[in-house]
């Protein structure tokens, strides 16, 4: 059986850039605990540390030279700060957007790395705009300023249009926007009714017209076709589940992500003509992400996991389709010892079928289970390597990961049915699924939106949980609303419901309101730099549960944010809430 420190120390590596000529890879690697910059033959070889950090780095190169823009910020706290550094071992970081008070993400390089944009607070704390920075002179510039959540989305070939995804005021709706940088002419790609998203351009190399994804009155994304002259666009490819793509700069090949129940399958298609020339070689059945083309196009590098691989880079020849590994990171598990999860659905309080993966183990039918539940609430959890789950599976329990009412991947509808009001009814899906699994010993575990979903569960369903161990997770909806960072606050109200109109069953649904009906022992791990889910919730639910004598370890991390970013830490942490919940269901079979 694997170790639960063998399972967390199985290291990764993405892929974040190829070089211009196309012979080395910019790798982003977690080999020292925390994830940093590497450089690697394209072939293959040793990787070359270029960044050694205590907090993870992100970056990219600077077109045209052997630089890097470098994204970090401090420890957890997401106001992330803009570098240079050269692209060679041991040289150091270079300010160049640097205000450590706001925060500057989404860096997008122009073509020719002549123009930087980037999205930060700066104006008010709050409101996020578009500032574009010549890298030669230094001057910058605002070009975006209608506020809200919105991001740069990438420069047309020739540099005259910015692209800029905004978030609107309903859940799950986003624009799309050009600004011509020349005039300022703001172009509104996306007019619509209902709520629906829209991706970023993937540019046919003339610049006449993009490709991108969207589910305008579809139920899933597809991919619809921009003619810039025309000003108007039309779907080109639409499929049963979600599509996504992207183009290489050259424009020779467009790839198609699908999204088919959580799997990957990536298609290679001719831009203009949309002819389907074959598919790209996945080492398995799980999941590509981090898709990065050369500059030339003839490779494709990703980052392929799946539960019974931690993940590593790939690099597909665009030709055939073939694939080879680049980077295979250090590892001392056998893969044999490992479970393969199966995809199940079951059928909810009011028939809804709801997906869930299930990890069986070697245990019996009445194994006590864990329910590990995502974040988001708008996000998927799909089948990737997860420590915990292999450990809790190779160790005696069952593990079981829906993905309940709200989560994405799966349509709008289904994204919709936990909006605001229905909010609990997302919680009755755990329920649900507690009785398909026949009732037996459960434990719930979840981060984030997923630990609100741990606290609720056991709030408003006492009788049925064992234990929880929640990470980050949300006590009270009103004063996560209340203490959220300014700019996270309007944002998240689309999805919550708003204070001033919703106080009443914000409070009513919060677990801190129902906290006497609480029973289970509970596990809560928590960041002190935390500014999307503040110490705060953490802390108020630990001392309440405290007082009446439920059991309740609380562990605070001082370096860390919204989550546990530093392999030491999560070494600490997560042998902690096993040996726990050992304990605590050891307790429970005796009595």
């Given amino acids: 059986m694997p170790s639960l420190r063998d399972l967390l120390e199985a290291r990764i590596a993405l892929p974040a850039d190829f070089s211009g000529d196309g012979e080395t890879v910019l790798v982003s690697s977690n080999l020292t605990g925390t994830l940093q910059l590497y450089g690697s033959p394209r072939d293959g070889g040793v990787l070359e540390q270029l960044t050694d950090?205590?907090?993870?780095?992100?970056?990219?190169?600077?077109?045209?030279?052997?630089?890097?823009?470098?994204?970090?910020?401090?420890?957890g706290n997401e106001r992330v700060q803009l570098y240079l550094l050269d692209a060679v071992p041991g040289a150091e970081l270079e300010p160049l957007v640097h205000e450590p008070e706001f925060i500057h993400r989404a860096p997008r390089l122009s073509r020719v790395g002549a123009l930087l944009a980037f999205t930060s607070n700066r104006?008010?704390?709050?409101?996020?705009?578009?500032?574009?920075?010549?890298?030669?002179?230094?001057?910058?510039?605002?070009?975006?300023?209608?506020?809200?959540?919105?991001?740069?989305?990438?420069f047309s070939p020739d540099g005259r249009w910015l692209a800029v995804v905004r978030?609107?005021?309903?859940?799950?709706?986003?624009?799309?926007?050009?600004?011509?940088?020349?005039?300022?002419?703001?172009?509104?790609?996306?007019?619509?009714?209902?709520?629906?998203?829209?991706g970023e351009p993937a540019w046919l190399p003339d610049g006449s017209a993009f490709l991108f994804a969207t589910s305008d009155r579809r139920d899933t994304a597809g991919i619809a076709r921009y003619d810039v002259a025309a000003r108007s666009w039309r779907y080109v490819l639409e499929a049963e589940w979600d599509l996504d793509c992207k183009i290489d700069e050259a424009g020779r090949t467009l790839v198609v992500d699908a999204n088919e129940d959580g799997y990957s399958r990536l298609a290679l298609h001719d831009p203009e003509t949309l002819e389907l020339r074959g598919e790209v070689e996945l080492p398995g059945r799980g999941v590509a992400s981090e898709l990065v083309f050369s500059r030339d196009g003839a490779q494709l590098a990703f980052h392929f996991s799946s539960p019974l691989e931690p993940g590593d880079v790939w690099v597909c020849d665009t030709e055939t389709g073939a694939t080879t590994r680049l980077t295979t990171s250090p590892s001392a598990l056998r893969r044999d010892e490992l479970v393969e999860p199966g995809l199940h659905r079951f059928a909810s309080f009011d028939g809804e079928s709801v997906p869930v993966f299930l990890y069986e183990g070697d245990g019996d039918s009445s194994a006590p289970v864990v329910i590990m539940i995502h974040g988001g609430p708008e996000a998927q959890l799909r089948p990737i390597f997860?420590?915990?789950?292999?450990?809790?599976?190779?160790?005696?329990?069952?593990?079981?990961?829906?993905?309940?009412?709200?989560?994405?991947?799966?349509?709008?509808?289904?994204?919709?049915?936990?909006?605001?009001?229905?909010?609990?009814?997302?919680v009755r899906d755990v329920v649900a699924l507690h009785e398909w699994l026949g009732g037996r010993d459960a434990v719930l575990y979840g981060g984030s939106y997923g630990g609100y979903m741990v606290l609720a569960g056991l709030a408003f369903h006492p009788e049925r949980?064992?234990?929880?161990?929640?990470?980050?997770?949300?006590?009270?909806?009103?004063?996560?609303?209340?203490?959220?960072?300014?700019?996270?606050?309007?944002?998240?109200?689309?999805?919550?419901?708003?204070?001033?109109?919703?106080?009443?069953?914000?409070?009513?649904?919060?677990?801190?309101?129902?906290v006497d009906r609480m029973r289970a022992p509970l596990f809560i791990i928590h960041g002190a730099n935390d500014p999307r889910v503040p110490l705060?919730?953490?802390?108020?639910?630990?001392?309440?549960?405290t007082e009446r004598g439920i059991p309740c370890e609380l562990l605070v991390y001082e370096d860390e944010g919204h989550g546990l970013a530093k392999l030491e830490n999560r070494l600490d942490a997560y042998p902690k809430a096993v040996s726990f919940l050992d304990r605590v269901l050891a307790g429970a079979r005796t009595t």
Wanted: net charge negative; with cysteine.
């Fill in 123 to 154: 104006r008010n704390g709050v409101d996020f705009d578009i500032f574009v920075r010549e890298l030669a002179s230094g001057r910058e510039r605002a070009v975006f300023e209608l506020g809200g959540w919105c991001d740069a989305a990438g």
């Fill in 465 to 514: 949980w064992a234990a929880g161990v929640e990470i980050v997770g949300i006590s009270s909806l009103v004063t996560f609303l209340e203490n959220t960072a300014a700019w996270r606050r309007t944002f998240r109200e689309r999805e919550y419901g708003s204070l001033e109109r919703d106080r009443e069953f914000l409070l009513e649904a919060s677990p801190l309101t129902h």
């Fill in 167 to 198: 978030e609107t005021e309903r859940s799950g709706d986003s624009d799309l926007y050009l600004v011509d940088l020349a005039s300022g002419e703001l172009v509104h790609v996306s007019p619509h009714e209902e709520e629906a998203f829209f």
């Fill in 53 to 75: 950090l205590p907090d993870p780095v992100a970056g990219q190169y600077v077109p045209g030279t052997n630089r890097i823009l470098v994204e970090k910020d401090e420890d």
């Fill in 386 to 426: 997860s420590p915990l789950a292999q450990y809790f599976a190779s160790h005696g329990y069952a593990v079981a990961a829906p993905n309940v009412r709200g989560s994405t991947g799966y349509g709008k509808r289904y994204e919709h049915l936990d909006d605001v009001y229905r909010r609990l009814e997302s």
């Fill in 536 to 545: 705060g919730e953490a802390q108020q639910i630990h001392h309440v549960l």
